[in-house]
């Protein structure tokens, strides 16, 4: 369909933001449109309008796709609309094609949309490679951004001038920074022990516990079906886990019980997880529940659920299991990466006698 370009623009209206869907009259757009659950006219704004969320934004995207409807993705920048940026949509989709996390597609769109704002007027294919080094002057100097988040702002843009535009990458390279060698932070298997005792919620325990007892990522977590759970095998199917591969993990012994009283009391109808109307749970609960049980065992340490899988993974160590096996149930690609939990068991390093020791033996000082 080409007859009728759809324009797509977020707005705020009586104080709720809105996506509103602009084209010139065409009855068969209307009709396709109207499938939308929550769309409504607007006489005042001659346009059609849905409450802005990001459910509502693939769906309207999706639903142009299929019944292939040329469309234009417009951000305002601000409420006095003193001018508008325009958002390659293509950018997201061809994340989506190329089976990007939600999470990567979530952080990369977030990130290009905050570059095509600094460059204000100027179109983001007329970027430059000077343009970009004062971006990250910018997110550096005065947003005060992490590494990581550095990091991740350049290859959302070179996703954008490698992928979408399929541009030389000399043109926009850029020097990215060192991150620093931090060494994982553990709890030890007390301080487990007290975070499971005090979830009080069967919910929540089974969430920590599952998260510890098979060193899963949170996003991975928050992606188990209810068959993942290869009961029978004690293994968890992970599906398109980080690099989009799958694999296998444990499922420990002791979690069997606390499973069948999950499934059924909460009787997850899709995903194993589920939240608010069957969705899938997020994340910021699971952080939020260990936050308070960790409180309330006492430690006063900020504790993250990526803390419980470094736990796993050094915990195994210490009991001997081979730095392979573990590995491959973490789901690394480099041994070096697994390697690094060898600097942080304690066990290991208590193995280890002082040259102190060895000399004066029974002697003293």
Not at 26 to 43: A, D, F, V
Not at 201 to 219: D, E, M, Q, V
Not at 230 to 244: A, P, Q, T
Not at 247 to 265: C, G, P, S, V
């Amino acid at each position: 369909m080409t007859n009728s370009n759809v324009i797509l623009e977020c707005t705020t209206h009586k104080g709720n933001s809105q996506i509103t869907i602009r084209f010139i009259y065409n009855k068969e757009i209307i009709n396709i449109i109207k499938n939308l659950n929550g769309i409504k006219w607007s006489k005042s704004l001659k346009s059609w309008y849905l409450l802005k969320s990001s459910e509502n934004i693939n769906k309207i995207l999706n639903l142009l796709e299929n019944h292939n409807i040329s469309f234009t993705n417009r951000i305002i920048r601000n409420q006095n609309k003193k001018h508008i940026t325009t958002f390659p949509v293509s950018y997201e989709l061809l994340l989506k094609r190329k089976r990007y996390s939600t999470n990567t597609i979530k952080v990369y769109t977030s990130s290009l949309k905050k570059f095509i704002d600094f460059l204000d007027k100027k179109p983001i294919e007329s970027a430059t490679e000077e343009d970009i080094r004062n971006f990250q002057d910018y997110l550096i100097q005065r947003k005060k951004v992490s590494i990581s988040t550095q990091n991740q702002a350049i290859n959302a843009i070179k996703f954008y001038f490698e992928k979408v535009l399929q541009r030389d990458r000399k043109t926009y390279y850029i020097e990215r920074p060192k991150k620093p060698k931090q060494l994982p932070k553990v709890l030890s298997e007390q301080q487990i022990f007290k975070i499971l005792k005090h979830s009080k919620n069967l919910k929540h325990k089974f969430i920590l516990a599952l998260l510890y007892s098979s060193g899963l990522r949170i996003s991975e977590l928050l992606a188990l079906r209810k068959e993942d759970i290869l009961y029978d095998k004690n293994l968890i199917f992970v599906r398109s886990g980080k690099g989009n591969k799958d694999r296998t993990t444990i499922f420990a012994e002791h979690m069997k019980k606390l499973h069948n009283l999950y499934i059924n009391e909460y009787k997850p109808n899709y995903w194993l997880i589920e939240g608010f109307n069957r969705k899938q749970y997020s994340s910021s609960s699971v952080a939020k529940i260990l936050k308070r049980a960790a409180l309330k065992a006492g430690i006063s340490q900020n504790v993250t659920p990526h803390m419980l899988r470094h736990s796993f993974a050094t915990h195994m160590l210490e009991q001997g299991i081979d730095l392979r096996y573990i590995q491959n149930i973490l789901g690394h690609g480099s041994s070096k990466t697994t390697e690094i939990y060898t600097r942080v068991t304690s066990k290991s390093l208590a193995k280890i006698k002082s040259p102190l020791d060895t000399f004066l033996d029974n002697k003293t000082i």
